[in-house]
């Protein structure tokens, strides 16, 4: 963390306010780098129907979403549950190099490619401000933010579906380790593609009008087979189908050179 950030001087002002709510990308990758069970840091909590990170545990049943605990009761004043204090109200992320994209991002929000700052900020007044800022890393940030936002709805889309289907009450530990088994597929996926491939799928995928229907619902890629674009999109879709029915992750196909892609 740089020292010239408002987060080098942190006082958990959004630790302890907000509800940390989060996707499943940020709970695989919480879990599996630290080795930690889903249970021992999440919290879910009832949402409205209409949420599409809204999860079900039974047909026809209460959505829920996922968070970060908090320590102590979960309620609005306490901190997350890996914040680290410093004492003399100070302190830190304890866990700053995997924590959630909605915190990767704070306090930025996109509107189609332009990084603009939230208007309801706790950080101490004149803390943030745009011409201070990495505005690349933040666009690039907030780009893989909301194709992980995508992706998640479609994890929680297929999970509702298989609910729905078999028509059993399930507990909310059947859902965290699905979404642990299709986290690993949907990695799988991905790794045919280097990590500055991936970075150019997030920015197509991000810098897509606000109106564009989620790429996993709707194929908005008419490419050639030979595409890898549509090789990793197809490929996520497929793991995550394969999780919710509780079958293993198909092997993906050898990676091969991108030919150039753009999505609608």
């Not at 958990?12 to 889903?38: E, F, H, K």
């Not at 545990?57 to 605990?69: F, S, T, V």
């Not at 997350?80 to 990767?104: E, H, K, S, T």
């Not at 803390?127 to 194709?147: E, H, I, Q, V």
Request: net charge negative; hydrophobic share 40%.
């Amino acid at each position: 963390m740089s020292g010239s950030s408002p987060c080098a001087s942190c006082t958990m002002r959004c630790c302890a306010n907000y509800t940390v709510s989060i996707v499943g990308y940020d709970a695989w990758l919480i879990g599996t780098q630290l080795r930690l069970p889903l249970e021992s840091f999440l919290i879910f909590f009832p949402v409205a129907a209409e949420n599409e990170k809204g999860f079900l545990l039974e047909p026809g049943g209460q959505r829920h979403e996922i968070a970060l605990d908090k320590v102590g009761e979960f309620q609005k004043g306490n901190p997350c549950i890996f914040w680290v204090d410093l004492m003399n109200g100070r302190g830190r992320c304890g866990i700053y190099p995997v924590r959630p994209y909605v915190c990767q991002t704070y306090p930025a929000y996109q509107q189609e490619e332009t990084v603009l700052l939230r208007d309801d900020v706790l950080c101490p007044e004149g803390s943030w401000n745009l011409a201070g800022m990495d505005l690349p890393l933040f666009r690039k940030r907030l780009f893989r933010f909301r194709m992980e936002q995508d992706v998640y709805a479609y994890v929680v889309a297929a999970w509702n579906r298989q609910v729905e289907r078999q028509g059993l009450r399930r507990a909310v530990g059947d859902y965290y380790a699905y979404l642990l088994a299709a986290y690993a597929g949907i990695e799988q996926a991905r790794r045919r593609l280097d990590d500055a491939r991936l970075a150019e799928l997030a920015q197509l995928w991000g810098q897509r009008s606000a109106s564009a229907p989620n790429p996993l619902f709707v194929d908005l890629l008419p490419l050639p087979q030979e595409e890898p674009w549509a090789a990793v999109v197809a490929g996520m879709r497929t793991a995550i189908d394969a999780a919710a029915r509780g079958e293993p992750a198909p092997e993906p196909a050898a990676a091969v050179e991108p030919q150039g892609a753009a999505f609608a």
